[in-house]
């Protein structure tokens, strides 16, 4: 028989582990090509034919994913199989609608056959969508475990957005080491942090040769924290899975693909931001949870915010930057930074989208709910240019920042601008600690 011909429907990222982890070195399949969506420049790139395998001496190529019903019926392909995160249901089937109607079946790979084994002990951090607190979720469980004598690595999920190739195994110890990688500002707002509180982190593309190369990290690994991107299931298998959830987007735990596979599967839930939610949101995420993992540990919690200079909020005409991908698919409506503004006294909050030039300006076509928030949106060197323009050109008093790095390290800021801090803050019992004690006695028995 022939090899199945497949398309994987991606976003540089779980598309590229479900061909390295299932797909890469089987001859019972032929990738025939990877389709990208979400970020932006990854279309008209190849997977390079050093990462591919031995069955793909020429690469395999990358299209866009508008062009998904053609490429089915050019490259004759009997399967597409959907390889990207947060998501809702109807999206994903709508895609799914698209494949069969142009001839082609539909297909999900779940963790049994995507999952690596790693020969260290894993807690994995996911959360049900994208800006739900998870990196902070992963900072505090990091804190925890280093506070017990223990020496974490972690490892992030994919964002390889330049060479491929270059970025199959990536190792970030230092700050430097950011400049050093050509990192985006995406990049940077996930691994800075950790780099910070003074442990490796490790990223890139074959997440196998990764984990393998973290485990054998010359300052020593006791535990693999997975720090999940977007609302993914693992790529490696944990030994204490938590989630978190967001009761400011109640409903969204049972709705968006995969976040409820990464609920279903967790051993403990976080219901973070509880301290600026609706109390009846909360109670419908604490049900959700109930109803489809009655065996998980709940944990509540507060994104508690720190502010380094309130005085350029209070009394002022404020720009609010958040995160890019929070406000952009994650589709938050408030973040860290509104919460500051409005805490400290902000006059106004100031809507930037008549100002928006470049990139930014086409983000807001696309994205047109983003609201009076700013993403800090940084893919390429254009995007940072675009930002900088945009920051500059709006009238402005003062900005709030309240992404997870000093944007002001990276881009020109010349107005008046300070920080937002955001932390997980567990109230009550259980706590984190409660948690990982479990865990932390199996490792030292170990």
Sequence with gaps: MSARKIIIIGAAGRDFHNFNTFYRGNP??????????????????????????????????IYDQADLEKLIKELDADECVFSYSDVP????????????????????LGHKNTMIKSTKPV??????????????????????????????????????????????????????DLAANSCTIEEMEEYEPHIARGNVIYAGVDYEAIVRAAEND???????????????????KPDLMIAVVDPHRPGHELSYYPGEVTL???????????????????????ENIAKINPSA??????????VDK????????????????????????????????????????????????????????????IGCLLPAMGYGEQQMQDLSATIEATDCDAVVIATPIDLGRIIKISKPNTRVEYSLQEIGRPNMDDVLEGFIEKIKKA
Aim: glycine share 10%.
């Design 89 to 108: 249901y109807p999206f994903v089937m709508g895609i799914g609608a698209r494949v069969n109607a142009a001839g082609a079946d539909f297909s999900l």
């Design 310 to 369: 309130p005085e350029v909020i209070r009394g002022k005409r404020v720009l609010v930057i958040e995160d890019g991908p929070t406000l952009t698919h994650g589709e938050m409506k408030i973040g860290a930074g509104i919460v500051a503004a409005k805490r400290f006294g902000a006059a106004e909050i100031i809507d930037p989208r008549p100002y928006a030039v470049g990139r930014l300006a086409e983000t807001f076509k696309i994205y047109p709910n």
């Design 28 to 61: 019972a399949y032929n990738v025939v090509a990877f389709t990208a969506a979400q970020i932006p420049d990854i279309a008209g790139r190849k997977y390079p034919a050093s990462l591919a395998g031995e069955l793909y001496p020429d690469g395999i190529p």
């Design 264 to 286: 279903r599967i967790a051993d403990v839930a976080v219901i973070n931001k509880i301290d600026s939610a609706d109390f009846d949101n909360i109670q419908t995420v604490r």
């Design 297 to 306: 540990t709940v944990i509540e919690a507060a994104s508690t915010i720190k």
């Design 123 to 176: 807690v994995a951090v996911g959360a049900v969508r994208t800006g739900c607190g998870k990196s902070q979720t992963s900072r505090r469980v990091t804190e925890a475990l280093m506070a017990k004598g223990l020496k974490v690595i972690a490892i992030r999920h994919p964002m390889p957005y330049g060479d491929l190739e270059a970025q199959k195994v990536q190792r970030f110890a230092e700050i430097g």
């Design 218 to 236: 010359p300052r020593g690994c006791d535990v693999i924290l997975w720090d999940g991107g977007n609302n993914d299931f693992p790529f490696y």
